[in-house]
Nanobody, 127 residues
């Protein structure tokens, strides 16, 4: 497993922007994909965006396509989620996650495939 340290989040108005960062550390025995997973009160956990080990392949849930951008800095083992045009329905606790993958380009799109989790950061979007 790897250790994940999140930063960013906070309060934004609808239409505004926030940026989340997640730095991975520790010794990994294999390549791993990373993701941002969010959970709002009384809602199921959902993967917002996920990225491959190489950073070349990514996945977005339909509700954030065109608004959120996930990127990775391989030199820092850090992923960034740029969130633009925020909506009140984006309000949730956002968790960074990492999970082993079979290849450099594999993207994990199921939350139960991730076995390392950050502590979570609150994102609140006011209308």
């Amino acid at each position: 497993q790897v250790q994940l340290a999140e930063s960013g989040g906070g309060l934004a108005q609808a239409g505004g922007s926030l940026r989340l960062s997640c730095a991975a550390s520790g010794r990994a025995s294999s390549v791993y994909g990373m993701a941002w997973v969010r959970q709002a009160p009384e809602k199921e956990r959902e993967i917002v965006a996920a990225i491959s080990w190489s950073g070349a392949t990514s996945y977005y849930v339909d509700s954030v396509k065109g608004r959120f951008t996930l990127s990775k800095d391989n030199s820092k083992n850090t992923i960034y989620l740029q969130m633009n045009s925020l909506k009140p329905e984006d309000t949730a606790v956002y968790y960074c996650a990492a999970g082993r993958t079979a290849s450099n380009e594999a993207v994990l799109t199921a939350a139960n495939r991730y076995n390392s989790w950050g502590q979570g950061t609150q994102v609140t979007v006011s209308s």
